[in-house]
């Protein structure tokens, strides 16, 4: 009895960080895992209840969707601490956030799901948690869509200090389209600065929220997580499933893994899945055989059985991610079940060429760009070649951000370092004539790399993406905000092309901005610069607004006469000549001079709408002529002039690899 005693003190100290209601909870958790389960356990990893035999009425699937920043994976990896789920290192932060770059930046870029039993401090009965984890930033929203759709609640987490961003606003209303539960919760109340009276009346003048059902808690130091878990048990609800019917499963994410090939997440809505079992895929018919099924809590845990209502991985004999398509329906071979409704596939936004730095290192980018393609179904994939930077790769990327993180893990997990050509998006071309539909096999083509658009004679017009832009400016001086700040963000909007839909004050410190904005003007710096006007405090989100018709131009960047692909870019007609004069300008610092004139043309079609020359070397060739004839004189450079007349006919203005990278890079 006393070497229990001893073992349970131990025990008891080494939760010692967390608060005594936690501390307790996770306590009880040890004692039962001790005593009650006839589980195998694994090494820092211990299960408590049989995951099958927790009933559909006690399981909670429940995802956590905030702003940028706002706590999500600190919470998490609480809730995870708190359950006992899994004992963390000291000195690993952040179990959910995997990938490097997501601990580097403190950005969540792939979701990941995890499993929790918890006993309810209030009917003492065993819960199953299964928390899906979403990543916070606009270009993976993606992410959040397919996992609400296997919730059927959400935590609704904002940070007590900067209150509701863009991204909070966007979620909300993602959440509540979903018809999920809100769960309203305040973090960082532990900062000193926070302000939970302010942002708890913001919560409730936009989204209706009673002030009295909002928690308040701090994910870092653990307070009110178990009061969160309480309310999770009793307000949410549980999932409406059906485990005597034939088996439903809503695949929601998929990762690779070396040895083990793809790995599917699936939520089981009806019937079961376990090994040895054939499924089908409603979207592309195949069949699989089932190798092993389990929980991921976060590290798989396998089981021998998935169970309605459940959330787990299954292994199965599928090659490629590609064939995991997020939002599609499994079904056990001849039980055709409906699907689920309303998935779409995931569509890139932008575009980039890459490129290896050293021609000699393409080998090695291709297998590593290949290897992260497995593990990032969202990126598309094509051949390039250019004529400056040889052969390369055309990828498509679901936002800007995805784009920098695919380029950073390429450099940091393959130590492949690229060339990237200047982001673009995805252009929609009618055509015209009966003949050119013919070849193309459609009236309307979608253009992704402007050297591809067709002659401008057979087009009927153009369309371009356009996104609703929603951002959020805080400010302390309502005088000066409305003077300067306020039209410096009006005046960027404007710039960018812009159509303003709404302005209005979200309190008396915080006021909301409404733009509808062609996609090509944010892709590049509209972040950068909307935050610089704001220093850092303005909050930007966007959702897609379909495609516009609108006036278009492709510029073509001409050296001596001669088309650079590379340069050639699509824009708006308004700005055409305002891009082709900074480009030919950006050109003459970068091209070398040569022992000819250069010139720089950009023409939109044969119009030259701006022009640049690059002076050549001049030769002295009258230098040896001492007096003498002056007809003599007029021969020699009549015969230099001639000379370099030919050598610009003949010679070829090449761009130097690294003049392009500058390009680039400016
Ligand atoms: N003081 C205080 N800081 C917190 C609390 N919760 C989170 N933080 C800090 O806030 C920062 C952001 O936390 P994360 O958990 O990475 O935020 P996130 O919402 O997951 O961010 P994304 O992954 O980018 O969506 C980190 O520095 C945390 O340590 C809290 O309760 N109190």
Redesign the pocket.
């Known amino acids: 009895m006393l070497k229990h005693a001893q073992k349970f003190q131990i025990i008891f100290l080494k939760y010692k960080r967390l608060p005594l209601d936690s501390r307790y909870n996770t306590f009880l958790n040890n004692l039962i895992i001790r005593f009650k389960s006839d589980e195998k356990k694994k090494k820092d990893d211990i299960v408590f209840y049989k995951y099958e035999d927790i009933p559909i009425s006690n399981i909670r699937n429940f995802s956590?969707i905030?702003?940028?920043?706002?706590?999500?994976?600190?919470?998490?990896?609480r809730l995870l601490e708190i359950t006992g789920t899994l004992n963390l290192e000291p000195d690993r932060?952040?179990v959910?956030?995997r990938l490097q770059v997501?601990r580097e930046?403190?950005?969540?870029v792939k979701a990941v799901t995890a499993s929790l039993q918890y006993i309810s401090k209030k009917n003492k009965q065993i819960y199953l948690l299964n928390l899906v984890?979403?990543?916070?930033?606009v270009d993976f929203s993606n992410e959040v869509i397919r996992s609400l759709t296997a919730c059927q609640s959400v935590i609704l987490?904002v940070?007590a200090k900067e209150g509701v961003q863009a991204q909070t606003f966007a979620n909300f209303y993602l959440a509540f389209v979903n018809n999920l539960i809100i769960i309203p919760v305040l973090?960082?109340?532990?900062?000193k600065n926070a302000n939970t009276q302010m942002v708890g009346k913001q919560l409730s003048n936009l989204f209706e929220i009673e002030e009295k059902d909002i928690l308040k808690?701090?994910?870092?130091?653990g307070?009110g997580i178990i009061e969160l878990l309480e309310r999770i048990v009793s307000i949410a609800p549980a999932p409406p499933s059906e485990r005597n019917a034939p088996l439903k499963a809503l695949l929601f994410d998929s990762w690779f893994e070396k040895y083990r090939g793809v790995i599917i997440l699936l939520y089981i809505q009806d019937g079961e899945i376990k090994k040895g079992d054939i499924i089908c895929s409603h979207h592309t018919g195949a069949s699989y055989t089932v190798n092993n099924v389990g929980i991921v809590r976060p590290n798989e845990y396998e089981t021998d059985v998935l169970k309605g209502g459940q959330i787990g991985y299954v292994t199965c004999n599928m090659q490629s991610v590609k064939e995991a398509r997020i939002g599609d329906t499994f079904y056990h071979k001849g039980h055709f079940v409906e699907p689920f409704p309303g998935f779409k596939p995931l569509r890139p936004m932008v575009f980039s060429g890459i490129y290896p730095i050293e021609s000699s290192q393409y080998v090695a980018l291709r297998s590593a760009i290949d290897k992260l393609t497995l593990t990032d179904s969202a990126v598309t994939l094509a051949t390039e070649t250019s004529p400056a930077l040889g052969h390369g790769w055309r990828l498509g990327f679901l936002g800007l951000l995805h784009l920098e993180v695919f380029n950073q893990r390429l450099d940091q997990e393959y130590g492949a370092q690229t060339i990237m050509t200047a982001p673009s998006v995805t252009y929609k071309v009618r055509i015209i004539g009966e003949k050119n539909i013919k070849k193309y096999r459609t009236d309307e083509l979608e253009i992704s790399n402007p050297v591809h658009l067709p002659d401008v004679k057979i087009i009927k017009e153009m369309l371009e993406p356009t996104i609703t832009g929603t951002i959020i400016a805080p400010f302390s001086d309502p005088v000066c905000f409305l003077a300067e700040y306020l039209s410096k963000i009006v005046s960027l909007c404007a710039e960018r092309r812009g159509e303003e839909k709404s302005v209005s004050f979200l309190d008396e410190s915080r006021v909301i901005i409404q733009y509808i904005l062609p996609l090509n003007e944010i892709v590049i710096d509209f972040h950068d610069k909307l935050k610089n006007i704001s220093s850092g405090f303005a909050s930007f989100d966007y959702e897609n607004n379909g495609y516009v018709i609108s006036d278009l131009v492709k510029i073509d960047l001409l050296l001596n006469g001669e088309v650079v692909e590379e340069l050639c870019s699509i824009v708006h007609r308004s700005k055409a000549r305002k891009f082709g004069h900074e480009l030919c300008e950006k050109l003459t610092e970068i091209i070398p001079r040569k022992q000819f004139k250069i010139a720089i043309q950009a023409a939109i079609g044969t119009k030259i709408i701006a022009r640049e020359n690059i002076k050549p070397y001049r030769k002295d060739v009258t230098q040896n002529l001492y007096g003498g004839d002056a007809t003599r004189r007029y021969k020699l450079l009549h015969r230099q002039a001639e000379g370099k007349r030919k050598m610009r006919m003949i010679g070829k203005v090449e761009i130097p690899r690294d003049a392009f990278i500058k390009l680039l890079k400016t």
């Open positions: 956590i905030a702003h940028v920043d706002h706590g999500k994976s600190t919470l998490a990896d932060k952040q959910l956030d997501e930046r403190g950005i969540t984890d979403t990543p916070g930033h987490l940070d973090n960082k109340v532990d900062l808690i701090s994910a870092k130091l307070t």
